[in-house]
């Protein structure tokens, strides 16, 4: 069976998308087959793979259109597309039965043909996010080392307690983990302990460091490990992948 990641963080800016395209990238890499949802109506993920005018994307998806329709970008690696227009699904969506579940009905088909499905989510916690969460078994969320990192964590554990109660027992939150490191910077020290205490063993070792390639990959429409292998993007992503397997599988 599939497993079902959601990757979400209703604050912008703080890796999602990145980590998405790398943890994707480098699973692909490691031998698992994987499909990566863009649920952003930034289409963020979708141009990062170069993917600039999709036949398919989840917004029809969505609307009853289609079906999903992966594309492949790479060996082993299928995304689903998204385009701005998905910027008005969540209005249009609004009054319809059952309208949380839509996503997970989509899926549903298709998920055993993979190892891992991904999920990107937008920096809000409306109903695409939901609907991330209601087809999710996990939740990953990826911070940056700000002191009002965990503040903001309080809405989307919220948010979590309540789809898990209503929508999806399964729901857990597995994975935390810091991007954009610094550890020569006290304050990013002093916020990873902090992380550390509040969320124990959920945070992963890996600390995702600052470093520019992961920044200039997506403009090249590549991941980090086709970019520039010796980077420290390629290194932390890579590390962070072994440790998710070693989760997941053991
Ligand atoms: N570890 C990193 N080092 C340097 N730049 C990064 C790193 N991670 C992300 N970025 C850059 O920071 C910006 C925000 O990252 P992104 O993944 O788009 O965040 P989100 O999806 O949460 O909004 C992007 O321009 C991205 O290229
Ligand atoms: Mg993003």
């Known amino acids: ?117 991904l999920i990107d989510c937008p920096p809000s916690l409306g109903l695409l996010t939901i609907n991330a969460l209601t087809a999710a078994d996990e939740l990953y969320i990826p911070l940056q080392p700000h002191y009002l990192a965990i503040k903001g964590l309080t809405k989307i554990i919220e948010v979590k307690d309540k789809v898990r109660k209503r929508l999806n027992r399964k729901l857990e939150i597995t994975g935390v983990f810091v991007t954009q490191y610094d550890k020569r910077k006290i304050l990013h020290r002093d916020v990873v302990d902090t992380i550390n205490t509040y969320f124990q063993d ?29 980077s420290y993007g390629a290194e932390d992503y890579l590390k962070l992948c072994k440790e998710i397997l070693v989760r997941q599988e053991g």
């Open 1 to 117: 069976m599939g497993k079902v990641i959601a990757c979400s963080n209703h604050k912008g800016g703080v890796g999602k998308t990145t980590s998405v395209v790398n943890v994707g990238a480098g699973l692909a890499r490691l031998g698992r087959k994987v499909l990566l949802v863009d649920m952003d109506p930034q289409a963020n993920l979708t141009q990062s793979f170069g993917v600039n005018k999709p036949e398919y994307t989840i917004y029809e998806a969505l609307k009853g259109e289609h079906e999903l329709m992966p594309i492949e970008v790479n060996d082993n690696l299928d995304i689903i597309a998204s385009t701005l227009d998905l910027s008005g699904a969540e209005m249009e969506l609004s009054s319809e039965a059952g309208r949380e579940y839509i996503f997970t009905e989509l899926l549903d088909p298709i998920r055993d043909n993979y190892d891992y499905v």
């Open 202 to 230: 959920k945070v992963f070792d890996t600390k995702i460091r600052d470093n520019i390639a992961l920044a200039e990959a997506p403009s090249m429409g590549m991941d980090i490990f086709r970019y520039n292998e010796k």
